[in-house]
């Protein structure tokens, strides 16, 4: 699934407009930073209520394209700038972590190897 | 015939969370400049990324220096915080001494440590209580 599509599939808010046409090699949700830096893998998708600076930190370290945020969480603006200066797509959803999970399943999003 | 390591280096800065993995970045840009596989790249974004985390969360500030030498680099942090009284202890996944306010960030999930050793082919901890903590890890380049 592309970035695009999955923002339309969580209706999520576009903050930061990377390469939306991306296409997304799996997913993980997770709040833990370390936890994170251990489990995700470069070109997936991000799911977390962080919405502070060092989010994005971990993301251009794990080379992770687009951080959703959940649960209707704003991004803070230092994190939004940073995303625009890495070229991270940044989104947030309405919906929770799990909901969103869920609706990316359903859409077809493919089980993370 | 070996070429003089190459050596990045960086003060952590107390207190300044926002700037916690700015280090590490810095080090992985680099990593791929000099055209080092990415699995590696990888590997040492971690550890650095740890390494930086600890320095500022647990030590108050401190360095950390990357070393590139031809077959392998090394990672080192250090601090002149309160030490690590029993690093075992330290080692153990889920354990943290961090505050709730740290937590409530997304840090101190007592997973540091075993990140580092678990991407590093060495590493050592050389600490004490009211002194400090270095850490040095070493992640070589040798390809299977």
Avoid at chain 2, 72 to 92: C, K, R, T, Y
């Amino acid at each position: 699934m592309k970035i695009g599509e999955a923002v339309r599939v969580t209706g999520a808010s576009v903050l930061v407009e990377g390469d939306m046409d991306r296409e997304l090699g799996g997913a993980i949700s997770g709040d833990l930073l370390s936890f994170i830096m251990a489990e995700a893998r470069e070109g997936w998708l991000w799911i977390t209520i962080q919405t502070h600076v060092n989010a994005a930190a971990v993301a251009v370290l794990k080379e992770v394209p687009f951080i959703l945020a959940a649960s209707g969480r704003m991004p803070d603006r230092t994190l939004v700038d940073r995303c625009s200066v890495e070229g991270i797509t940044l989104a947030t959803t309405p919906m929770s972590a799990f909901d969103a999970a869920g609706a990316l399943r359903e859409a077809g999003f493919p089980i993370s190897s | 015939m070996g070429q003089e390591p190459y050596v990045e280096e960086y003060a952590i800065q107390a207190g300044d969370f926002s700037a916690i993995g700015e280090a590490s970045t810095k080090f992985k840009a680099t990593l791929k400049m000099l055209g080092i596989a990415s699995d590696l790249v990888r590997r040492a974004s971690v550890i650095a990324y740890e390494s930086e985390m600890n320095a500022l969360i647990h030590g108050g500030g401190g360095m950390l220096r990357m070393t590139v030498h031809d077959d392998h680099l090394v990672i080192e942090a250090s601090d002149s915080g309160p030490g690590i009284p029993d690093v075992q202890l330290a080692m153990q996944e889920g354990y943290s001494t961090a505050t709730d306010e740290i937590r409530e960030l997304g840090f101190g999930a007592g997973m540091g440590l075993p990140n580092i050793q678990r991407n590093a082919d060495a590493m050592e901890i050389d600490t004490e209580v009211g002194r400090g903590t270095r850490l040095r890890a070493t992640v070589a380049f040798k390809q299977g």
